[in-house]
């Protein structure tokens, strides 16, 4: 019997007997027959999934809620064949003592190797007792878990950049995870909640190709942020008309034109909602109706209000907000002012490499 | 068994949120206190703090991202109903309204299967000993409880090859660690195998009929409301080339339709048999577990208005001490009603921390008092949660799939009445076992049945009238704060998945001056009051819990898990006066 497990383990001092009894007491504790013992000690030498650690903060678990949504690859996909996910708390059968020692085994067990991920913020203030799980911090648990990861995974606005808990006045104090950890590499995947779709995206490439896609100069993936809603949703040709609805029910809205003036922040996010859409290609927000929040970007709970039309936070954006109100005879300047301000946002957005983040 | 113990589980998983039992055994093992403890907290509420209120309804949904469209729907209806208290003419479109029931609909049982099968289901089903199942005899078995086609020796066969082959990996994953083979798993490994089946089955079936919410409100998790309305414009009629653009075309509505058919189905097919086949074997479970007695229902799923509480399917009001002949009305306005308490919540109030305080008047400050983490145990004489203790009239109230379905066999529901009655026949059982774990754990599968049996009669509803040319969908009368009154307040009030909702909105000058949200968890997880009174999940806990084996709590589990705790909803109230810090900056 060889396989890569069992060369490690005997690297460290485990014999293949040790080993074998090890699955043989594994296979009765479990009430399998004897054979079984053999072929665990088989498969589990021949390949190991990737062992995924799940960790919970300030949280709504609208996160785990999205990823069970994906439909390719699927949550029951991804953990049958290609990631042991061995702390999720939502799903996991154990609890109590029994979750904090599976926690404790797999951070032994995979420690360097285990993709660590954070859903939520991290909350600094009175000692960290605004989010404890079993009489323990999340800062402590973030540092803890932290340390054997071989990278990090931000998942959502809250983990990726504070997110609900850390929109004025931030209450409890509440950080990112790149705020905290500074010496691994961190893949943010920002979105309120994330796209399930670029959740699932994300993990098989790093599961498949041993690294984290390029990312933009937020920590992103520029595969699923590197352009914005309004570059690529369906009513921008309204836009570029200068066709608005002018309420939710009104002729403009039963006709599909533009939610700028109901306050949509497409211009201004950076997601793949327009493209990929929502719940296997169903629909989107702007689809459906009311703008886009901005879901995706850092602070977008304290960027005015979701009803409110964007104003001057670029100049050529400037341009554009002020040439809508002339209406449809200002679309060309619209569009030019958008091409501009759309190379803006790509001069913004240089690569950063997984090399860069090592540095 | 042979000293009294201390039994810490935390975190309990399988839920949403970070909730910790703390309960007391005696030497028989059996628990003869229990303490339940919301152990995060964000403070949402002085976020909400001057802010447009129409924007309110996305911070508030943020409360919690399984019940996701809860919270929505009770900010834009506590906005609604101030506009409505200052100008009685204000009201939302029929459309508005059967298209919210439609989602909130959706929403029950989306999150009543996935609860039943994700969340509660490994406490009652080895996965483990399904391993040992005859696939044959399975399809068998199967065959004999339902019609759902996915049924064959073949189909079982395949279902436990794959989870033999991940077991024969030796990575358990969410699976390890857990107590299989305990002897409070009572399945056959048949049974147990369908079960499994079955729990992978609502994986695949959640994602698509969530397409529903999709359609309405753009996606889920966290679709997208408007206050006046709904933000989707129906475009059926429309010819202007943008249907593709837009989601309420004639696409869209089929879709809505092939969900409500695809919900059907899999209740009648798959939850409600299945329900009743696990719970013949966990009897016992009929005995314990009740606790208080006491139910509230604030109501929901309207017909003419939520203004016009007769015209709900789920209707308002309170039982208490089990007597189902007498529903006591419910007065929202009244001081000594509906109160909060935070005797043992780490919150300080201005005038003492024994009174309770009216939502209108809610009053939070975070005071934390525990001990500083890591810490072993919680200071349960003393302030033990960051969940307050809601009261009504001073009483523990259960919130929930019980008390609604009791709210409805009491009110005359006539569906209600027989599917009691036929789950009371079937399982043999008195109808004292209403009141228990199991009970609990079985209304939330009964009304899921007449909650996706209601759904076609709104969608047909909702075709006759765009068929006789009404498409509003919103009312824009009001939409512009500067419009409105200089002072208004309003109650948002709903049933979600796991009970009475009601969020509390004060607005001067157009801005939110406090917004309080009391929610189902806090009604069922809050900790004690200032006279002692459990809350619902302690004294169910205290109902009658012997412990097999303190180290392997399984039964804590099934009796918290059969009230589905959503922990991040019931604790997150803090006060506009509430301690503010600055914020940090990490160097």
């Given at each position: 019997m060889q396989g890569p497990l069992i060369d490690t383990l005997v690297r460290q001092g485990v014999s293949r007997r040790t080993f074998l009894k090890y699955c043989a007491t594994l296979a009765s504790m479990m009430a399998l027959p004897p054979t079984a013992g053999r072929a665990m000690a088989e498969a589990m030498a021949a390949s190991r999934r990737p062992s995924v650690i799940w960790l919970p903060f300030q949280e709504c678990t609208g996160c785990t809620e999205s990823i069970t949504r994906s439909h390719s690859p699927t949550i029951e996909g991804m953990i049958f064949d290609m990631i042991s996910l061995d702390y999720q708390e939502t799903l996991?059968?154990?609890?109590?003592?029994?979750?904090?020692?599976?926690?404790?085994?797999?951070?032994?067990?995979?420690?360097?190797?285990?993709?660590?991920?954070?859903?939520?913020?991290?909350?600094?203030?009175?000692?960290?007792?605004?989010?404890?799980?079993?009489?323990?911090?999340?800062?402590?648990?973030?540092?803890?878990?932290?340390?054997?990861?071989?990278?990090?995974?931000?998942?959502?606005?809250?983990?990726?950049?504070?997110?609900?808990?850390?929109?004025?006045?931030?209450?409890?104090?509440?950080?990112?995870?790149?705020?905290?950890?500074?010496?691994?590499?961190?893949?943010?995947?920002?979105?309120?909640?994330?796209?399930?779709?670029?959740?699932?995206?994300?993990?098989?490439?790093?599961?498949?190709?041993?690294?984290?896609?390029?990312?933009?100069?937020?920590?992103?993936?520029?595969?699923?942020?590197?352009?914005?809603?309004?570059?690529?949703?369906?009513?921008?040709?309204?836009?570029?008309?200068?066709?608005?609805?002018?309420?939710?029910?009104?002729?403009?809205?039963?006709?599909?034109?533009?939610?700028?003036?109901?306050?949509?922040?497409?211009?201004?996010?950076?997601?793949?909602?327009?493209?990929t859409k929502w719940n296997g290609g169903t629909s989107w927000p702007v689809e459906s109706g009311h703008g886009c929040l901005g879901c995706s970007e850092p602070d977008f709970w304290d960027a005015g209000s979701f009803y409110k039309a964007l104003s001057t936070p670029a100049n050529p954006l400037k341009l554009a907000a002020t040439a809508t109100v002339v209406g449809a005879a200002a679309g060309v300047a619209v569009s030019f002012a958008n091409r501009a301000k759309k190379d803006a946002a790509k001069k913004a957005h240089q690569p950063v490499t997984l090399a860069d983040l090592e540095k | 068994m042979s000293t009294a113990q201390r039994v810490v589980v935390d975190p309990i998983t399988r839920i949403e949120g970070h909730l910790r039992i703390e309960a007391e055994t005696d030497v028989d093992g059996r628990i003869t206190s229990a303490y339940s403890a919301g152990t995060m907290v964000r403070g949402i509420e002085i976020i909400l703090r001057g802010r447009d209120p129409r924007d309110a309804w996305a911070f508030a949904q943020r409360i919690c991202g399984v019940c996701t469209l809860v919270h929505g729907i009770a900010s834009v209806r506590s906005v609604e109903d101030a506009l409505h208290r200052a100008i009685p003419s204000y009201s939302i479109p029929q459309n508005a309204e059967l298209i919210r029931n439609l989602?909130?609909?959706?929403?029950?049982?989306?999150?009543?299967?996935?609860?039943?099968?994700?969340?509660?289901?490994?406490?009652?089903?080895?996965?483990?000993?399904?391993?040992?199942?005859?696939?044959?005899?399975?399809?068998?078995?199967?065959?004999?409880?339902?019609?759902?086609?996915?049924?064959?020796?073949?189909?079982?066969?395949?279902?436990?090859?794959?989870?033999?082959?991940?077991?024969?990996?030796?990575?358990?994953?969410?699976?390890?660690?857990?107590?299989?083979?305990?002897?409070?798993?009572?399945?056959?490994?048949?049974?147990?195998?369908?079960?499994?089946?079955?729990?992978?089955?609502?994986?695949?079936?959640?994602?698509?009929?969530?397409?529903?919410?999709?359609?309405?409100?753009?996606?889920?998790?966290?679709?997208?409301?408007?206050?006046?309305?709904?933000?989707?414009?129906?475009?059926?009629?429309?010819?202007?080339?943008?249907?593709?653009?837009?989601?309420?075309?004639?696409?869209?509505?089929?879709t809505v339709q092939n969900?409500?058919?695809?919900?059907?189905?899999?209740?009648?097919?798959?939850?409600?048999?299945?329900?009743?086949?696990?719970?013949?074997?966990?009897?016992?479970?009929?005995?314990?577990?009740?606790?208080?007695?006491?139910?509230?229902?604030?109501?929901?799923?309207?017909?003419?208005?939520?203004?016009?509480?007769?015209?709900?399917?789920?209707?308002?009001?309170?039982?208490?001490?089990?007597?189902?002949?007498?529903?006591?009305?419910?007065?929202?306005?009244?001081?000594?009603?509906?109160?909060?308490?935070?005797?043992?919540?780490?919150?300080?109030?201005?005038?003492?921390?024994?009174?309770?305080?009216?939502?209108?008047?809610?009053?939070?400050?975070?005071?934390?008092?525990?001990?500083?983490?890591?810490?072993?145990?919680?200071?349960?004489?003393?302030?033990?949660?960051?969940?307050?203790?809601?009261?009504?009239?001073?009483?523990?109230?259960?919130?929930?799939?019980?008390?609604?379905?009791?709210?409805?066999?009491?009110?005359?529901?006539?569906?209600?009445?027989?599917?009691?009655?036929?789950?009371?026949?079937?399982?043999?059982?008195?109808?004292?076992?209403?009141?228990?774990?199991?009970?609990?754990?079985?209304?939330?599968?009964?009304?899921?049945?007449?909650?996706?049996?209601?759904?076609?009669?709104?969608?047909?509803?909702?075709?006759?009238?765009?068929?006789?040319?009404?498409?509003?969908t919103f009312n824009d009368q009001y939409w512009e704060p500067s419009t409105w009154p200089k002072h208004m307040q309003g109650v948002g009030l709903m049933e979600a998945p796991r009970g009475g909702l009601s969020h509390w909105i004060v607005i001067d000058d157009a801005k939110i001056s406090n917004y309080q949200a009391v929610v189902p968890s806090t009604w069922n997880a809050g900790p004690r009051d200032a006279k002692g009174q459990p809350g619902a999940y302690e004294a169910a806990l205290q109902d009658n819990h012997v412990m097999a084996d303190p180290k392997q709590p399984i039964e804590i589990l099934r009796t918290i898990h059969s009230f589905d705790p959503c922990i991040a909803c019931a604790v997150h109230v803090t006060d506009p006066d509430g301690e503010e810090l600055v914020q940090v900056k990490i160097k």
């Open positions: 996991m059968a154990a609890a109590g003592f029994q979750a904090e020692e599976a926690l404790h085994n797999a951070m032994k067990d995979n420690f360097g190797k285990y993709l660590l991920i954070i859903d939520g913020s991290i909350p600094l203030g009175v000692d960290g007792a605004y989010s404890c799980i079993a009489g323990r911090s999340n800062l402590d648990l973030l540092k803890d878990a932290a340390k054997g990861a071989a990278a990090i995974v931000a998942m959502g606005s809250c983990a990726s950049y504070g997110g609900i808990p850390k929109a004025n006045p931030n209450p409890t104090g509440a950080v990112s995870v790149s705020d905290i950890i500074k010496d691994k590499p961190i893949v943010n995947i920002p979105g309120c909640p994330p796209i399930p779709v670029v959740m699932t995206g994300v993990l098989a490439h790093y599961l498949t190709f041993g690294s984290l896609p390029e990312l933009d100069d937020k920590g992103r993936p520029k595969a699923f942020y590197g352009e914005t809603i309004h570059d690529r949703c369906y009513r921008r040709p309204f836009y570029d008309q200068g066709k608005f609805a002018k309420t939710f029910d009104d002729e403009g809205a039963r006709n599909g034109w533009c939610l700028f003036e109901l306050g949509c922040k497409g211009p201004v996010t950076y997601n793949a909602c327009a493209t | 989602m909130i609909a959706a929403q029950y049982v989306h999150d009543h299967v996935m609860h039943f099968y994700h969340l509660h289901a490994l406490d009652w089903v080895d996965v483990v000993s399904a391993l040992k199942a005859d696939p044959k005899a399975t399809s068998t078995l199967a065959q004999s409880l339902s019609s759902y086609p996915r049924s064959s020796p073949g189909y079982f066969a395949d279902v436990q090859k794959k989870v033999k082959t991940f077991v024969e990996q030796g990575q358990l994953g969410i699976f390890s660690n857990a107590y299989w083979g305990h002897p409070a798993y009572k399945l056959p490994p048949e049974a147990n195998l369908m079960a499994v089946a079955h729990y992978l089955d609502a994986l695949a079936w959640q994602r698509d009929v969530v397409k529903l919410h999709a359609i309405f409100g753009g996606k889920n998790p966290h679709p997208n409301f408007v206050v006046g309305g709904v933000p989707s414009a129906i475009s059926v009629h429309t010819s202007g080339g943008g249907q593709d653009a837009t989601a309420l075309n004639i696409v869209g509505l089929q969900v409500i058919k695809q919900m059907r189905e899999f209740v009648d097919q798959v939850y409600l048999p299945d329900t009743l086949a696990i719970a013949g074997f966990y009897k016992d479970w009929g005995g314990r577990g009740e606790g208080l007695g006491n139910f509230l229902s604030f109501g929901d799923l309207p017909s003419k208005g939520f203004w016009d509480t007769d015209s709900f399917l789920i209707p308002r009001g309170v039982i208490l001490n089990r007597d189902l002949s007498k529903v006591h009305p419910i007065d929202l306005d009244a001081d000594n009603e509906i109160q909060e308490f935070v005797s043992h919540s780490w919150y300080k109030y201005s005038q003492g921390d024994a009174q309770g305080l009216h939502p209108f008047k809610g009053e939070t400050e975070l005071n934390y008092t525990g001990p500083k983490p890591p810490y072993e145990h919680l200071n349960v004489d003393q302030k033990y949660s960051w969940m307050k203790s809601p009261r009504w009239q001073g009483k523990s109230m259960e919130v929930g799939p019980l008390a609604r379905v009791l709210m409805m066999y009491a009110s005359g529901n006539e569906q209600a009445k027989e599917l009691v009655g036929v789950t009371l026949k079937t399982l043999d059982v008195p109808v004292d076992a209403l009141f228990s774990t199991l009970g609990r754990t079985a209304a939330r599968t009964l009304e899921s049945k007449i909650i996706a049996d209601a759904m076609q009669g709104w969608y047909d509803q909702l075709i006759a009238n765009i068929k006789a040319g009404d498409v509003r």
